[in-house]
């Protein structure tokens, strides 16, 4: 009984873990993607040092976007179920 | 693949193997309800991922050193209107229904 109950919560564990992972993967095709198109106009035979600097200033900025934009869509969220009720 | 399923099927099955007791049950249930959380949860973040990038190639030109007051402001803007043109969308999409289905 309660070896099944352990190999539960490490079933839900593992759920969560390979969401959270998947999540992280997603993230960072989608960085490279809309980077590259940004920081790399014409690709030479480098990733040059302006391109690079480019690339990680993009995903910083990247990832404020996301935080911004979560932000914004909770509190439409929050403001359109507020209105249903 | 056919493994991949077989091995899926295990792992979602607890407990109909065994007895099958109301406690089981209550189990499953709880195991469902996560299932169920983390699916609204990766739903949710789908939409936050599309509509960032939608707003990011709408919004930032080139990436700086900071977003800047400009940019955020875009940013928000752009998932507020992004919301009313899909609330617009639907409702016309309902018309167009409707008015398939009277004519």
């Known amino acids: ?85 | 693949m056919a493994d991949l399923f077989g091995n899926n099927n295990d792992n979602f099955d607890l407990g109909s193997s065994s007895s099958g007791s109301s406690a089981d049950k209550l189990k499953i249930e709880e195991v469902q309800k996560v299932i169920m959380m983390e699916q609204q949860k990766a739903q949710l973040n789908a939409q936050i991922q599309e509509i960032s990038e939608i707003c990011w190639e709408k919004c930032v030109d080139k990436p700086s050193a900071k977003l800047g007051g400009k940019t955020e402001v875009c940013l928000t803007n752009c998932v507020k209107r992004f919301f009313d043109t899909s609330v617009v969308i639907a409702h016309r999409f309902n018309q167009l229904l409707q008015r398939s289905n009277t004519g």
């Open chain 1, 1 to 85: 009984m309660d070896g099944s109950k352990m190999s539960q919560d490490e079933l839900v564990d593992k759920l969560k873990q390979q969401v959270a992972l998947e999540n992280i993967e997603l993230l960072l095709t989608k960085m490279s993607r809309l980077c590259f198109n940004k920081c790399v106009i014409k690709p030479g035979s480098s990733l040059d040092s302006s391109e690079q600097k480019c690339v990680s200033m993009c995903m910083d900025r990247y990832m404020e976007t996301v935080s911004l934009v979560s932000k914004s869509f909770g509190e439409r969220l929050l403001a359109e179920s507020q209105n249903m009720h």
